[in-house]
């Protein structure tokens, strides 16, 4: 899934290890998340948005996912 994390991180100088300790995760689910091979739980997405205030919807472009049904 595509996001703007990398973007955002970036923007307020944090490392990968700085956003993954503020989290309580490893920097490699940050590093997963930032390449879109892990998309991340809801608490987790809901975390992530909250740090960089901002929303889920804001942060998550859901437009590739599978539609279901």
């Given at each position: 899934m595509k996001?703007?994390?990398r973007e955002l991180r970036t923007?307020?100088?944090?490392?990968?290890v700085d956003v993954a300790a503020a989290l309580g995760v490893s920097?490699?689910?940050?590093?997963?998340i930032e390449t879109g091979r892990?998309?991340?739980?809801?608490?987790?997405?809901?975390?992530?948005?909250?740090?960089?205030?901002?929303?889920?919807?804001d942060l998550?472009?859901?437009?590739e996912e599978v539609e279901v049904g």
């Open positions: 996001n703007g994390l923007a307020g100088a944090l490392s990968q920097r490699q689910t940050i590093i997963a892990y998309s991340p739980s809801l608490p987790l997405a809901f975390r992530l948005a909250r740090f960089f205030h901002t929303t889920v919807d998550f472009d859901a437009s």
